[in-house]
């Protein structure tokens, strides 16, 4: 490094180039020179003397950026101040030139200052690891591609990274690929077939040579493991990716997916997706396992605008791919412009003529394109107005003559907008006394704040703690807070919290219930005690917390009317019969709604079973004929809540196989009701009424039967055509069991009553028996087919009694 120095040391007298033209002058020296190397004659070059860099007291402006090089103005040259290194300067950027103005006073003047920095050849290439490890299959075909990392020359041009040589090559050989963007795409391809018995292990140097004189290579070793069997590698399906971010997004933000797919199963297919840390500088990461692009630090434009990101996809057998994943990074207005002043007069006399300058201002904005645009003006009421040099430098002169008399002291702002949307601004305040202003609103720690609480909470118990500071001073910075007017379902937001003005604590005034309202969102304001104030808003989101504050609700089986439930199960029921199922459900969420059922008490406990997670009442051996025919299980449901509330339901179950053979047996199924004394005079009287009821629908019946029957003897002999007639089917579900009980009827009718015909369907399941505590008699069923009367709308309907 230190030959390649004096050498451009020793041609700086015969290369320096430099411009002059209208103010400006251009240098070109090489990186690395010691510090107080001459860059050239800046006096000579701009045609001034030494007198006039001496008289008008000229001085490097460099704004905010490092000073790396010094005036001397006894000889009017300009000299290293510090040493220079191109990559920490400009990195890859070409060319890499520093721009800085030459100020003089009296009169006021500036000239643009650029110095163009050569590259010299001091950076080897370097890897990002001493070495990297690859398990490959033995039955990898020759052909394949194992994607390499690169090496990084910091040095640009010729000193920049050349080429690759890979050693030794019994196996492998090396391709490199130049991309579009001038780089070079590093693969190791495999020429010869690999044998596990022969070599389980190779070991390869991968040297990087740049194209500097003296050339300077860095290394990198390549481990091979051989293994079996993986003979499909992974391959990406696109080879280039593209996506745009914008700045600012926040840390872990999706980017994009990148997607590869290896034909291999199990282990041999699973892939790992990586990214090179070279050139992401831990802004993005890559999720190894889904390929999934996102964000792991702060992205700015103004610190790189464009992203390319070489993505490995390797699966378990070492097998690789490469794609290139390009990120776009999208300009946002974040950046208000920021204003620098060059020099101002502290005083000014009040003969002064018009035109007078003031104050020199350079104004910087780091966005682009429009959002870099400034325009800057004056505040109104004072004699001065600004003038505009360029977009970067303005010039405040006075605009009419001054009267001390009439003001003794002006306060000037200048105030500068850029051209994005919304437009950001900057103000600097040019004053002989300095005092404050009321030109910073009240900022939040957050931009939008969550808070939890859970249910059935106390009123008035503290939920939240925000906090929003003032960059002013004294009164301007007390900040007051204040719940903005809002509704949450139609109520107002004053009803559910209150904020603190003064530390701008947030209270719950009700108890909450997370079955009712499980969030809700409001916005506070913090107002500063300025003059007009300032203030800020920030969206606050409480989310309520679920507690277990509801026991399960059994659906099924249900207990209505005082009539009991029972399901039968036949003695031909095998091992794990479906007797029924308990249905229960919990208006809780999360664990609290999870439900587990249990046997809490049964007639034969090494009969029946229920499900833990689904309620299904199962038999757990064969059922015999010993088996008692009334079987009670007690079912406790319980929730997951902590802790946990329950509920219990009684199912009743009748081991027959017919029902004339239980029924006797339930009689005293009921809850221990006592009959009624008075049951025969009811059994009397209700007989009467069903008896008088008969005889008059007998009558009704026989007198329209004579009245149709001499209708239709009109119509018959008429000799009208027939029409034939389909009522719907009509059925008639009993009790409330699971299984109804259906009849079907078909009746077709013509317009002679005496060629009408009827169908009675049986009934359907048997299963359910619905019993009457109040009733003692042997329950029939109709089994036969009836005759239906002639009547055209009147369906049959049969029921157990």
Known sequence: MSTALMGWQVLLFFSVLFVSVRGQVSY???????????????????????????????RIFTGNSDEYVELKRERGELLIKSRIDRESLCGQTMPCAMHFQMILENPMEFFTVTIEV???????????RGDIKYEISELADPGARFV???????DVGVNGLSSYTLNPTDHFVLKT????????????????????????????????????????????????TVLDANDNSPVCSKPEYKASVKENAPVGTLITTVKATDKDKGNNGKIMYTISKIGSTNIFEMNSDTGILSLAGNIDYEKGRLYELYVKVVDQGGLSDACKVIVEVIDINDNPPSINVMSKSNALSENVSPGTVVTMLNVQDPDSNENGNVICVLSENAPFSIKSRSNLFFSVVTE????RETASEYNMTVTCFDGGVPSLSSSVTLSVQISD????????EKSSYEAYIAENNAPGVSIFSMKARDADWNQNARVSYILQDSSVNGVPV?????????????????????????????????????SPPLSSNV?????????????????????????????????????GYLVTKVVAVDVDSGQNAWLSYKLQKTTDRALFEVGLQNGEIRTIRQVTDKDAVKQRLTVIVEDNGHPSRSATVIVNLAVADSFPEVLSEFTDFSQDKEYNENLTFYLVLALAVVSFLFITCLVVIISVKIYRWRQSRILYHSSLPVIPYYPPRYSDTLGTGTLPHVYNYEVCRTTDSRKSDCKFGGAGSQNVLIMDPSCTGTMQRLQTEKSILDEPDSPLEVRIL
């Open 28 to 58: 070109s020296i090489p990186e690395e020179m010691e510090r107080g190397g001459i860059i050239g004659n800046i006096a000579h070059d701009l045609g001034l003397g030494i007198d006039r860099l001496k008289s008008g007291k000229a």
């Open 118 to 128: 050569m590259d010299i050849n001091d950076n080897p290439p370097t890897f990002e």
């Open 148 to 154: 390499l990392e690169k090496a990084v020359d910091d």
């Open 177 to 224: 690929l130049s991309q579009g963007d001038g780089t070079k795409h590093v693969e190791m391809v495999l020429q010869k077939s690999l044998d596990r018995e022969k070599s389980e292990h190779l070991s390869l140097t991968l040297t990087a040579l740049d194209g500097g004189e003296p050339q300077l290579t860095g290394t990198m070793q390549i481990l091979i």
């Open 400 to 403: 009419s003559e001054l009267d």
């Open 437 to 444: 202003v009321n030109d910073n609103a009240p900022v939040f």
């Open 494 to 530: 004053t009803s559910f919290v209150s904020v603190s003005a003064d530390s701008g604590v947030i209270h719950a005034v009700r108890s909450f219930d997370y079955e009712q309202i499980k969030e809700f969102q409001f916005v506070v304001k913090a107002q500063d005690g300025g």
């Open 539 to 575: 969206t606050m989101k409480i989310l309520i917390q679920d507690q277990n504050d509801n026991p399960p609700q059994v659906l099924y089986p249900v207990l209505t009317g005082g009539s009991v439930v029972a399901e039968m199960v036949p003695r031909s029921a095998d091992v």
